[in-house]
T-cell receptor
């Protein structure tokens, strides 16, 4: 079974702190994704990566950055957390080859609260 | 712009009754469609997918969906729901050649005993 794990289920941080959310997948997937989920808004893509050290902006990249130094690990960074970044963050991974079908597998999510 | 519209934000239904969760998508030459389910405090799990071929797609837990190109719809159905189906359901689309999934805003299904 594909497994996508996220470092924390719940996280509480203060405004202005630097926050790292970590995601690890164990199936040698090329693609990794970070979404945020808010009530009534569904899932919105923040960033994705199709290879080590490669990244692409999604729909809402402002206030976030990412890092992918190893194939299995994809980090989301909030340089200076703000209260409007309080949300559920979901990581996903999929096999490469954008031209073919590849299911995205999701982690359990990290619920981040910024006070 | 790519979009997915889930027409109902909440759907209450009695146990053992049928249910339909509606989804419309923006059309494209080649598009893949998905339904995901999210149980409370969990990540998303794939229910079913349409890639090509037969317009009726069967998924896990007794769910099925019908791809209708003329109406740009991909509605999810189950003939008889259980309490355990209480969850949030997301419709999503992906264009061939793209990495990106576009999600609808979700429909919360509440099954009433």
């Amino acid at each position: 079974d594909v497994k996508v794990t996220q470092s924390s289920r719940y996280l509480v941080k203060r405004t202005g702190e630097k926050v790292f959310l970590e995601c690890v997948q164990d199936m040698d997937h090329e693609n990794m994704f970070w979404y945020r989920q808010d009530p009534g808004l569904g899932l919105r893509l923040i960033y994705f990566s199709y290879d080590v050290k490669m990244k692409e902006k999604g729909d809402i990249p402002e206030g976030y950055s990412v890092s992918r130094e190893k194939k299995e690990r994809f980090s989301l960074i909030l340089e200076s957390a703000s209260t409007n970044q309080t949300s559920m963050y979901l990581c996903a991974s999929s096999l490469g080859l954008a031209g073919s079908y590849n299911e995205q597998f999701f982690g359990p999510g990290t619920r981040l609260t910024v006070l | 712009a790519q979009s997915v519209t889930q027409l109902d934000s909440q759907v209450p239904v009695f146990e053992e009754a049928p249910v339909e969760l509606r989804c419309n998508y923006s059309s494209s030459v080649s598009v893949y469609l998905f339904w995901y389910v999210q149980y409370p405090n969990q990540g998303l799990q794939l229910l079913l997918k349409y890639l090509s071929g037969s317009t009726l797609v069967k998924g896990i837990n007794g769910f099925e969906a019908e791809f209708n190109k003329s109406q740009t719809s991909f509605h999810l159905r189950k003939p008889s729901v259980h309490i355990s189906d209480t969850a949030e359901y997301f419709c999503a689309r992906r264009e061939a050649g793209s990495y990106q999934l576009t999600f609808g805003k979700g429909t919360k299904l509440s099954v009433i005993p």
